[in-house]
């Protein structure tokens, strides 16, 4: 994990429970900015679906296009701060969750999130959508413009 990036915040008050590691909050420290992602479902480069009516193998590729784009702005996949995911079928949390753990270590400091379920994506294919939120360096550097 980049130790600069985010330090987890807790409470006794509102104690995860041990099936749930996570992070509850995290604090951003001083010099680092936010990049915020567009809700992304799985494609590939020439816009076709990835693992169509697959979650799990959607939220692989959706949190390698998250890192992508962390990279392209100086960070990597461990600037990731917070997440919204979105579900068709909540049953399909747990295999999101284990991609999601391929990723972030849920004991160290893993992205805040929230996950709610909607009747429908943008495609039927698509089973999950994921909005991010990064915390990058800020210094001035060259980032690509579409």
């Not at 079928?89 to 400091?109: F, G, K, S, T």
Request: charged share 20%; proline share 7%.
């Amino acid at each position: 994990m980049n130790v600069t990036s985010k330090t987890a915040v807790s409470t006794d008050f509102f104690k995860r429970p041990i099936q749930y590691p996570g992070s509850q909050a995290l604090v951003v420290p001083s010099g680092r900015a936010l990049l915020f992602t567009q809700g992304m479902t799985a494609r590939d480069a020439k816009g076709d679906r990835v693992a169509p009516h697959d979650a799990a193998g959607q939220a692989a590729q959706i949190f390698q296009q998250i890192g992508a784009l962390v990279e392209e702005a100086g960070g990597t996949i461990a600037d990731v701060i917070y997440m919204t995911v979105f579900v068709t079928n909540m049953n399909d949390v747990p295999a999101i969750q284990a991609e999601r753990d391929r990723i972030w270590d849920p004991l160290d400091a893993p992205p805040v999130s929230s996950t709610i379920e909607i009747q429908r994506l943008v495609t039927d294919d698509a089973k999950i959508e994921v909005h991010a939120i990064c915390s990058v360096p800020d210094r001035p550097q060259t980032i690509r413009s579409s």
